[in-house]
T-cell receptor
């Protein structure tokens, strides 16, 4: 089984709809991250969380919110989706209990299309 | 703020040959990490190699090695004996020790010709 899972893997929605992307991990890592990938722009950080009570905005948090329900779960919500939020979304984790705290491990990604 | 630049949107290499992907970064921090990630058509992000900035020795992982030039803020990836399975998009990333965040470059698409 994959260590970092994302659901759904693909989603098509309409402008104005609320949508939630979910991320679960079995790695036991405290740190979790949400990124979006756009062609020619690489991956950009939306939100990150270093533990259940710690939530921080990344560089492109407008239009998004997150919830850290447990150590293993980190959800990303689009309250009112718009077409320019069409992108590939990745969840990632890292382990701050080791000397490899800097290394992030990624889920398989969610392809989101907003019509 | 830190930035990462990959100036080669696309590269191609003949199977079994060697190719080098370029990456430069800008930072005022002294303690940081650098990474190369591979994204094949499956879109999974796979860690290829990791370099600790305080180490002068270049990291290697099998056919993958880096040329880390700290003063020049350059971090290139060399792939030796290229294989068809190496075809992918490659991302260079900077990891800040202060913030724990990664900053990615724009990516380089590598084509491997048989």
């Amino acid at each position: 089984d994959a260590d970092v899972t994302q659901t759904p893997r693909n989603r098509i929605t309409k402008t104005g709809k609320r949508i939630m992307l979910e991320c679960s991990q079995t790695k036991g890592h405290d740190r979790m991250y949400w990124y979006r990938q756009d062609p020619g722009l690489g991956l950009r950080l939306i939100y990150y969380s270093f533990d259940v009570k710690d939530i921080n905005k990344g560089e492109i948090s407008d239009g998004y919110s997150v919830s850290r329900q447990a150590q293993a779960k980190f959800s990303l919500s689009l309250e009112s989706a718009i077409p320019n939020q069409t992108a590939l979304y990745f969840c990632a984790t890292s382990d701050d209990q080791t000397d490899r705290w800097d290394t992030q491990y990624f889920g398989p990604g969610t392809r989101l299309t907003v019509l | 703020a830190q930035t990462v630049t990959q100036s080669q949107p696309e590269m191609s290499v003949q199977e079994a040959e060697t190719v080098t992907l370029s990456c430069t970064y800008d930072t005022s921090e002294s303690d940081y990490y650098l990474f190369w990630y591979k994204q094949p058509p499956s879109r999974q992000m796979i860690l290829v190699i990791r370099q600790e900035a305080y180490k002068q020795q270049n990291a290697t992982e099998n056919r993958f090695s880096v040329n880390f030039q700290k003063a020049a803020k350059s971090f290139s990836l060399k792939i030796s004996d290229s294989q068809l399975g190496d075809a992918a998009m490659y991302f260079c990333a900077y990891g800040s020790s202060n913030t724990g965040k990664l900053i990615f470059g724009q990516g380089t698409t590598l084509q491997v010709k048989p």
